[in-house]
């Protein structure tokens, strides 16, 4: 049998596979450079970046769960100008489609890094993550709020030539209506989910296991959840969908392409296999060859229902 | 571009040193040549998802068959997992990681180890690759030890001796060597006229001894420091501390350590 | 040292101890009896209850995940004049108190069941599921609205004398509003949480593994988002918290205490441990006694901050 | 109000049936004398979350001694992580569950034993409950079993002749005996005119097969069924299974079952 065909398109931007890391557990992938080869990957996804450097939280800032993990990095980054100056151009030399993650206190931010990063040569798109607590709107998330959400999108639509993935919270009571207020915004694509909020105590010291008492969590366990509102989101919107979420193995990877997502990213798992994004892209490489099929994009929202 | 392994290893002895302590010996070649003192592992305890991270482990000792040593003590799930691996058995395990310990670039001064309870596994690693230098100019090689009780060091102390380095041991519960702290161990056996340098592996408190008389005294001290970590690889960032150079940044415990200048580390 | 002091009072129910067992996982009591002293637990919370006996959805109704599992039972359950007649007298026998858990698909119903259970000897209170879809309100649940939860909570205070703790439901943007609801419409405790929806996919037949497509996520894995939601109701309301989610050890338990629930509801552990909430008992009063804390009363809550 | 237990067990024998096929033997009185056959067990394949929940065995067997055999196929996770116990290694199993087979009343009847794969783990112990009586009057008492391949069968086929049952065999494969299904047996060794009681586990589709048959010839069939458990006791009602006599209710095959009248279940 010939190779299956693996290219999928996410909002103009085209990938030579769907397996993509996600911000933040994938480093600024040279990290990486000696477990996977970079360029294989459909997109390398990095740490989210600021316009000024952030020192992010005091530690303790990660702990163990139950198939899950906490975290509370704080949103530490390099900053936009070292970004393009020490990180790129290592990633360009290696041949990876990069997707960077910006992350702003306000609009304005988020407008300026869009503008920043559209200048570079070597980026292939621009991931908004708007689980950033807005601090000019008293803190609260723009990813919990339809028309900030929105607002977020259209500026940075509007300062970018880049493909826009808009990154979701999971933090909401209804993620379709966060997912199409992006779409409304412009967003050529929608990613989901970010971590879970959670917490976790030492019974011990009756203090928060973590210095900033709340973290995301992430792993297999939240798996399930991130499923189904990728399947939601999918089933809502008429853009791409990039599926993330605990997926640690090629089945879980195949799971959200079935569920309606274009491509997915691998997170966690990359801390526990530094391989585990070329063995996913093996993996489904083989399901798809077992169940004959010519093209990833026949598995793309292929769930059958009743 | 350099293609590390990430397949599982075969556990080709394992040993217990203590009650809850034990030791592994792993085959795995691109490790142990690649392996510098004071590196370290990240080990999966157990296939499956439950405990999800891998586990941190200095490198202990490393063998020229290519086989690599963790001295582990049970504390949790994932330790007492791996205290049930027998010979034969599979373990993966990845790395080496991390910044290890700087040899001195001379070979004209005195050194001392000193390490307490698991805080000893690296340290046999560095008297290895410390016997061979020493040994030219006759400077003393010293290793003073620390555990709970005496039996815990009964084997390490003797591995130690049998490298030609003058040893000597402290243990909380007096069974065995200097009842107290290995601390108390430093002035009687490092003259405070001679010059030292110190390399110092183990609990926090401990270190922050060792640290204060090394700074009373002005030797040269390197500390090798431990803290949650969830890749080993510099990409998660969950394992900052404080930089007391610059409160506006961390280090990295995975990436700038685990051993550090005790001059780069904040000791409150 | 003597026994530690277990009781706690959950508005108006005092009980012996802060260990109760969570709806839909521990049948009605009986299923237990040769494994647990019923009359030993803080209460018997039984499966949930609606007017007329429901059928429940069609199987496949759970499936396994990461250190948790989805269900989809479709809250199948023999109808309040069966509960009365058949599964009520045991529990009195057992001398166990017992909660009941009702569910209703518009406010009449809740209304009608709190009437109903009022009438009957050997009830100590009422749970009420707010998770439920509003049929009226086309399908939304009470438990993502905090208008529809007032107002369910006001319609159940008004017909009954028992204790009423309404349960909430984790898949909302902002629990601590739902929570406030709830205790503005005279609720005398929050229980939470409810289960998180999911979803698995059968990668074999594109098929979901729930007849129902979704369900709902508990276990382990839910442990750290439940945690985070006791903690920022419990320093929200001033009604008591009873805490609910991945609760399988003592440490769990105490986890809950500590961020400020007052009682905690043990659930899939009893699938796993038939004897789970008597071992959590024995181990949260060992835990009492190395700390040297004469009552569970100053654990609650006690969480350092700082 | 009898207590239950739910501490650990110690394997006393582990056996490899076939190259996926195993047999552990399980110290756990308290199950051995409560147990009927037909009944179940519900099995913590490890300690620890991975796998969460407990897996369904049928009870295989059960010794004067007090111990508990289950038969199992590793088919995942949790069956692999099973497969991988050795003698004197400690399982967690509670039970027995569910409603067993029905003994016939009377003596009278000729009876056939039918399965198929692991269905075949609840059978042996059933004929040993059956011998007693049948011999009585001289009834029939046939064991017919299919299997993918034929070495899965050697020992099983061994041990119900042993206890005296007529035996034969079907393989997928055609390795052994019967080339084909194990129903195609049935007519072979079952005179239509005879009165026949009919025990069946195995895949649904062959038992659908034998149902078809039985209720040609107005045989009595009892089945076996599986489906996903979480408790096992009646507490998660996640065994619900379509009751054809009333559309409006489930049945449970944790406690209505697993062992039911072919009646009492829809054979879509
Ligand atoms: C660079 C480095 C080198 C290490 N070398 C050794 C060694 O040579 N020998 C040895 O015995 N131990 C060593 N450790 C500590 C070892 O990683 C932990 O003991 C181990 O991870 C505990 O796993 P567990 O599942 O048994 O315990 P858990 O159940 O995870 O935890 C038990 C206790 O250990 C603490 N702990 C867990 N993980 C870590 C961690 N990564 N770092 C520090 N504390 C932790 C927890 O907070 C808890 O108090 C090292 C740690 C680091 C960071
Ligand atoms: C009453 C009863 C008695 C059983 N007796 C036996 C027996 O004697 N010998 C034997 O080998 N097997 C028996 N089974 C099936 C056995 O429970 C499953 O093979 C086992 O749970 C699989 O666990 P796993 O972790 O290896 O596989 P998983 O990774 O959990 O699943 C592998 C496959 O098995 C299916 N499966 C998982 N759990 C169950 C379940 N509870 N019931 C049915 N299918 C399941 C899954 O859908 C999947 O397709 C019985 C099941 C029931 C309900
Ligand atoms: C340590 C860590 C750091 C993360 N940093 C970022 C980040 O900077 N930007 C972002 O959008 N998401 C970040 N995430 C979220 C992940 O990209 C991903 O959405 C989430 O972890 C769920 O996927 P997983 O379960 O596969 O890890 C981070 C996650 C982890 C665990
Ligand atoms: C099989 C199953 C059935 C449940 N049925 C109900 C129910 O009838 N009413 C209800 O309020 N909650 C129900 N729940 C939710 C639990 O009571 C509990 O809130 C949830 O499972 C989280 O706790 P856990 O992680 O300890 O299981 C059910 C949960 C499970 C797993
Ligand atoms: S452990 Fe991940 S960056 Fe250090
Ligand atoms: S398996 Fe839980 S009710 Fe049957």
């Known amino acids: 049998m010939t190779q299956p065909d693996l290219r999928v398109t996410i909002g103009g931007l085209e990938l030579p596979n769907p397996v993509m890391t996600a911000s933040g557990t994938f480093g600024y992938g040279e990290e990486f450079a000696s477990y996977v080869n970079l360029h294989r990957l459909g997109a390398v996804v990095v740490k989210g970046i600021s316009l000024q450097p952030r020192a992010g939280n ?41 997707v960077v993650n910006v992350l702003g ?47 977020v999108t259209e500026a940075v639509r509007n300062a970018t030539r ?105 997170g966690t798992a990359n801390f526990i296999n530094p391989r585990a994004t070329e063995e996913i892209l093996a993996g489904l490489i083989a399901y798809l060859k077992e169940h004959r099929l010519a093209s990833v994009r026949e598995l793309i929202g292929s769930l059958q229902l009743g | 571009m350099e293609h590390s392994q990430t397949r599982t290893s075969e556990v080709v002895r394992s040993e217990r040193l203590g009650s809850d302590i034990f030791r592994l010996t792993v085959l795995a070649p691109w490790i142990a040549e690649a392996a510098q003192p004071g590196q370290f592992v990240m080990v999966q305890p157990a296939d499956g998802q439950d405990p999800l991270l891998r586990r941190p482990f200095s490198i202990h000792q490393v063998t020229g068959a290519g086989a690599v040593q ?8 994932g330790t007492s997992l791996l205290s049930r691996i027998r010979q034969g058995g599979q373990l993966n395990v990845i790395g080496p990681f991390g910044k290890g310990f700087a040899l001195p670039s001379g070979v004209e001064e005195n050194i001392c180890l000193i390490g307490g309870g698991m805080g000893i596994a690296p340290l046999l690693f560095l008297a290895k690759r410390l016997i061979g230098r020493s040994a030219v100019v006759g400077c003393r090689l010293v290793a003073l030890l620390g555990a709970r009780t005496g039996s815990e060091l009964t084997v390490l102390q003797g591995e130690f001796q049998q490298l030609g380095l003058a040893t000597a041991i402290a243990t909380d519960d007096g069974s065995s060597g200097h009842h107290g702290l290995v601390t108390q161990l430093m002035l009687q056996n490092m003259a405070p006229g001679d010059a030292w340098r110190v390399y110092t592996c183990g609990p926090h408190p401990m270190m922050r001894g060792v640290v204060e008389i090394c700074q009373g005294m002005a030797w040269p001290c390197q500390v090798s420091l431990e803290t949650m970590m969830a890749c080993g690889m510099g990409a998660c960032l969950g394992c900052a501390i404080t930089n007391p150079k610059d409160p506006n940044s961390y280090l990295h415990v995975c990436k700038d350590g685990p051993v550090f200048e005790m001059s780069e580390v904040a000791w409150r």
Chains 1, 3 share one sequence.
């Open chain 1, 58 to 98: 005091p530690p303790p800032r990660i702990v163990e769960t139950a198939c899950g993990m906490l975290n509370a990095i704080g949103l530490e980054n390099v900053g936009v100008d070292r970004f393009l100056s020490e990180k790129l151009p290592y990633l360009r030399r290696a041949n990876a489609r990069v």
């Open chain 1, 105 to 151: 206190d306000s609009i304005d931010d988020y407008r300026a890094l869009a503008e920043r990063l559209s200048d570079a040569e070597g980026i292939s798109a621009l991931e908004i993550n708007i689980s950033c607590p807005n601090v000019k709107k008293g803190g609260v998330a723009f990813g919990t709020d339809a028309k900030m959400a929105r607002a």
């Open chain 1, 162 to 266: 880049l493909p826009v993935i808009v990154k979701l919270s999971p933090n909401v009571t209804d993620i379709t209506a966060i997912a199409s207020a992006a779409a409304d915004g412009g967003a050529d694509a929608v990613s989901l989910i970010n971590t879970l909020l959670g917490m976790a105590i030492d019974i011990r010291s009756r203090r928060p296991r973590l210095a900033n008492v709340v973290g995301g969590l992430s792993g297999p366990a939240v798996k399930p959840v991130a499923l189904r509102m990728v399947w939601q989101v999918a089933r809502t919107v008429s853009i791409p969908v990039v599926g993330i979420g605990g997926i640690t193995s090629a089945e879980d990877a195949i799971e959200f392409l079935i569920a309606g997502a274009t491509a997915v990213e691998v």
């Open chain 2, 70 to 77: 963790i001295l582990f003590k049970v504390v949790g799930r």
